[in-house]
């Protein structure tokens, strides 16, 4: 289920007046562009540099003071051994795995997600692949209708599994690994991280390096999809039934782009572009199937599947309705591409208001 309604006008032109935050939502902070007024029965409260945020209040709306948002410290949030501050509101929590599309650089073992640092370190906006806020960023402070303390175990050049398609570095996590980090951390449920299976969102974007590295290597495609699938949901099945009992039962799934539309791979020629299209396909609809028997061999779990194929597809057939240049263009003000394989935030932006349209009226969103 996919909207792309609104995305044309909301993303890139800047109205004359800017609508208030909704309580929870980013009102202030380094590099944001965004309303600093908060709705009525909240207040803009300063958490840090880069984040400022509009929780409630009885002394009705305010506006972030100018220092909030012209500051310019170059100071970095550093582990403590002192309790976070109690929420003012209710938290949800956020746990995505997946590759450099989803990566802010979480470390596990440094500064936790806590009321005003939602992302823990490094600081917001994290380290992405694009540079800049990502989906994640912008999902967990600008779209969220609750605080959401997001454990972003993705990280860039990620695989499924590393033993069958290589990442660029041995060092990469593969969504293996991801997955054990969570099952040895957070998947605890320490008191750190009191997450329960009706406040916890669990997202996975996974795919894009598999076949990005494996579809021009020969043998059958749709064969090895199967596998790496598989491979996949056996990882989703040890955080819903891991031996901590962790309870996860909301799922967000996200398929592969077109990244034969990327201006990397648009480089290697049409006749490899057309393979990598045509592995994407097959990937995409069987990943389509195994949501749905996911679900079906789940009882309690509820699932969605971000269709980021149809976005992007929609976007780059028609780039300048979205602000951007052209659909291959990339590096500069006005352009899809971060580099020759990244979305820049711009592009980050329409996609987490998709995400957040599809999830409406859930705890997160």
Not at 34 to 61: D, I
Not at 133 to 153: K, P, Q
Not at 241 to 258: K, T
Request: proline letters at 8%.
């Amino acid at each position: 289920m996919i909207s792309l309604l609104f995305l044309p006008i909301v993303a890139f032109v800047v109205p004359a007046v800017i609508a208030q935050s909704p309580v929870y939502g980013q009102c202030g902070g380094i590099g944001w562009t965004g309303s600093t007024t908060c709705s009525a029965s909240s207040t803009c409260t300063f958490q840090n540099p880069y984040y400022s945020q509009c929780l409630p209040s009885s002394t009705g709306p305010t506006t972030s003071s100018a220092s909030t948002i012209t500051k310019t410290t170059t100071s970095t949030i550093t582990t403590t051994t002192s309790a976070p501050p109690p929420p003012a509101g209710p938290v949800t929590y956020w746990f995505p795995f997946g590759d450099s599309y989803t990566t802010t650089g979480f470390v596990p073992n440094n500064t936790l997600p806590s009321v005003g640092n939602p992302l823990g370190n490094p600081p917001f906006p994290g380290d992405t692949g694009g540079g800049g806020e990502n989906y994640v960023g912008f999902d967990t402070v600008t779209y969220n209708a609750s605080t959401i303390l997001t454990y972003n175990y993705a990280y860039g050049g990620a695989t499924i599994n590393s033993t069958l398609v290589a990442p660029y570095l041995p060092t990469v996590l593969s969504l293996i690994n991801q997955v054990s980090e969570f099952l040895e951390g957070a998947g605890t449920k320490p008191a750190t991280s009191p997450w329960t299976s009706k406040n916890s969102l669990f997202s996975v974007w996974i795919g894009i390096n598999d076949l990005g590295n494996s579809y021009s290597s020969g043998g059958d495609l749709g064969a090895f999809n199967d596998v790496l699938l598989q491979q996949y949901f056996e990882q989703v099945e040890l955080i819903v039934r891991d031996s901590f009992g962790a309870g996860a039962r909301n799922f967000l799934f996200i398929n592969v782009p077109p990244m034969d539309r990327s201006p990397l791979m648009i480089a290697n020629g049409p006749a490899s572009t057309a393979l990598l299209a045509t592995d994407i396909a097959d990937y995409n609809t069987k990943l389509a199937t195994t949501v749905s028997s996911f679900k079906a061999n789940n009882t309690g779990v509820t699932t969605w599947l971000w269709d980021a194929h149809t976005v992007f597809t929609t976007i780059l057939n028609d780039p300048t309705a979205y602000g951007f240049v052209d659909p291959v263009s990339y590096g500069n003000t006005g352009d899809f591409w971060a580099n020759n394989y990244h979305p820049g935030p711009a592009a980050h932006q329409i996609f987490a208001q998709d995400i957040a349209s599809l999830l409406t009226g859930t705890p997160w969103f």
